[in-house]
């Protein structure tokens, strides 16, 4: 049972676009949010996150927005850059017995043509 | 440099096999998690360990074990190898911040194990 979801696996955008990455969730005890960018042979890293109190967190050029009702983010990239260019994972988390517990997405591979 | 330290970077081993994988948590992190990544799979949550003790479990297989030691660097022990346990194996760790719960994990750069 995929609690975290992200249907895109992957995605190309043309350098100085926006580029929109996805993320569906299921469980609705989850009231954190992360984005994680991975390059290959890292770990990943952490981007931005967004508590559920909020429906958008700004960090840069990255923006997380969260819609509840519809248990969707997006993370918004403006304008993408070819350094961008890696795997997005978005993570959900919420408490169980006290403590947190990250469930993440598939992740995105998101390609920034120059 | 997440300051996350694992080892080893790559494991190549037989079915069968057990292997060790060894994780050192940034300095002052509490708590150390174990992700599992396979092939066009995202990073499935194994275990969590928070200064000492088990505080969270996920998909972890019983052939599979952890443990968190008093200097608070982590092991995860992986047993009867299968040629499917062939991932790429996270370690992370993170500090509790205002409130009681952790914000962002810090992760490691993964060992690669291959299971022939």
């Known amino acids: 049972d995929q609690q975290v979801k992200q249907n895109s696996p992957s995605l190309s955008v043309q350098e100085g676009r926006i580029s929109i990455l996805n993320c569906d969730y299921t469980n609705s005890m989850f009231d954190y949010f992360l984005w994680y960018k991975k390059y290959p042979a890292e770990g990943p890293t952490f981007l931005i996150s967004?508590?559920?109190?909020?429906d958008k967190n700004e960090d840069g050029r990255f923006t997380v927005f969260l819609n509840k009702s519809a248990k969707h983010l997006s993370l918004h990239i403006v304008p993408s850059q070819p350094g961008d260019s890696a795997v997005y994972f978005c993570a959900a988390s919420g408490t169980t017995s006290g403590t947190y517990k990250y469930i993440f997405g598939t992740g995105t591979r998101l390609k920034v043509l120059a | 440099d997440s300051g996350v330290t694992q080892t080893p970077k790559h494991l190549i081993t037989a079915t069968g096999q057990r292997v060790t994988l060894r994780c050192s948590p940034r300095?002052?992190?509490?708590?150390v998690y174990w992700y599992q990544q396979s092939l066009d799979q995202g990073l499935q949550f194994l275990i969590q360990y928070y200064n000492g003790e088990e505080r969270a479990k996920g998909n972890i297989l019983e052939r599979f074990s952890a443990q968190q030691f008093p200097d608070l660097h982590s092991e995860l022990n992986l047993s009867s190898l299968e040629l499917g346990d062939s991932a790429l194996y996270f370690c992370?760790?993170?500090?509790?911040?205002?409130?009681?719960?952790?914000?962002?994990?810090?992760f490691g750069s993964g060992t690669q194990l291959s299971v022939l």
């Open positions: 300095s002052g992190d509490l708590s």
């Open positions: 992370a760790s993170s500090a509790p911040s205002a409130g009681g719960f952790n914000e962002k994990l810090f």
């Open positions: 967004i508590s559920s109190i909020k």
